[in-house]
Nanobody
Framework: QVQFVESGGGLVQPGGSLRLSCAASGIFFRISAMGWYRQSLGNQREAVATIGSSGAAIYADSVKGRFAISRDNAKNTVYLQMNMLKAEDTAVYYC?????????WGQGTQVTVSS
């Protein structure tokens, strides 16, 4: 059974940092590209960052230079380090496989950037 469990969200002031974690199960994690996605109120879900099985990463233009995606294949876990957070980063963040996400979405983790 495919499952993604996200954690690490919270309330942070503009300019602050958060580190999100996502534990994946039911997939061949080591050979899977993994991605972080987000959905803000009234908007469609969008891809934020993707990391390939080799560790190569790509980012949405809106987060380049501020966010960093990484993975730990031994733990079947993908991370998203978010720095210099802005109000427009406020959203529910989800992880899934990269490029072609599976229909099994987790509950996500809420990130709120506000003073």
């Amino acid at each position: 059974q495919v499952q993604f469990v996200e954690s690490g969200g919270g309330l942070v002031q503009p300019g602050g940092s958060l580190r999100l974690s996502c534990a994946a199960s039911g997939i061949f994690f080591r050979i899977s590209a993994m991605g972080w996605y987000r959905q803000s109120l009234g908007n469609q879900r969008e891809a934020v960052a993707t990391i390939g099985s080799s560790g190569a990463a790509i980012y949405a233009d809106s987060v380049k230079g501020r966010f960093a995606i990484s993975r730990d294949n031994a733990k079947n876990t993908v991370y998203l380090q978010m720095n210099m957070l802005k109000a427009e980063d406020t959203a529910v963040y989800y992880c899934n496989t990269g490029h072609n996400p599976l229909p099994n979405w987790g509950q996500g983790t809420q990130v709120t950037v506000s003073s």
